[in-house]
């Protein structure tokens, strides 16, 4: 099982706001990162140092931090953001950098 | 544009080999921190190993689950990222991404199969 813990699958309706969390002993000292996958594509980095956004990620994005929990917030989201979404940072006992398993974003 | 594009992958029987190549580019490749990421068929990412610039001392970390068995390695003379994977297993099955992190390659699928 992975150090960093996430819920497999969450759903949001058309234009709300939705909240995706991911658990680890590493984030209380570590940033995590965000990597959205679609089905057949490669991930793409959309949250990195806890909440900035690269260049083109919608600004609908956010991420947050508080203790041994990271979170990725979609506020408004739209179909396109139906996806997968795995966390990333350092492993805490483990091996040096882990994923979360991954969870599975519907918007309905 | 930075663009990283894996190759050399494919089918092969348990306990061969295989040499993934990464080729970088639109990118200063000597400087740049790059990682390979796996992921097996229908589940989801793993990190298999890192690389940091010659720079910053060259060192290579690996996750448990293939220590032993790969070789990370890098020619910034070329621009290109290798994974060397050897006593491959039928868990070692997937797509094999390279990555800096913020730029990640097509991926290219190893397929451990007898």
């Known amino acids: 099982s992975s150090e960093l813990t996430q819920d497999p699958a969450v759903s949001v309706a058309l234009g709300q706001t939705v909240r995706i969390t991911c658990q680890g002993d590493s984030l209380r000292r570590y940033y995590a990162s965000w990597y959205q996958q679609k089905p057949g594509q490669a991930p793409v980095l959309v949250i990195y140092?806890?909440?900035k956004r690269p260049s083109g990620i919608p600004d609908r994005f956010s991420g947050s931090n508080s203790g041994n929990t990271a979170s990725l917030t979609i506020t408004g989201a739209q179909a396109e953001d139906e996806a997968d979404y795995y966390c990333h940072s350092r492993g805490s006992s483990g091996d040096p950098l882990v994923f979360g398993a991954g969870t599975k974003v519907t918007v309905l | 544009e930075v663009q990283l594009v894996e190759s050399g992958g494919g089918l092969v029987k348990p306990g061969g080999s295989l040499r993934l190549s990464c080729a970088a580019s639109?990118?200063?490749?000597?400087?740049?921190?790059m990682s390979w990421v796996r992921q097996a068929p229908g589940k989801g990412l793993e990190w298999v190993g890192r690389i940091k610039s010659e720079s910053e001392g060259g060192t290579i970390d690996y996750a448990a689950a293939v220590k032993g068995r790969v070789t990370i390695s890098r020619d910034d003379s070329r621009n290109i990222l290798y994974l060397q994977m050897n006593s491959l297993k039928i868990e070692d099955t997937g797509v094999y991404y390279c990555?800096?992190?913020?730029?990640w390659g097509q991926g290219t699928l190893v397929t451990v199969s007898s």
């Open positions: 990555t800096t992190w913020w730029v």
């Open positions: 639109g990118l200063t490749f000597s400087n740049a921190w």
């Open positions: 140092e806890k909440n």
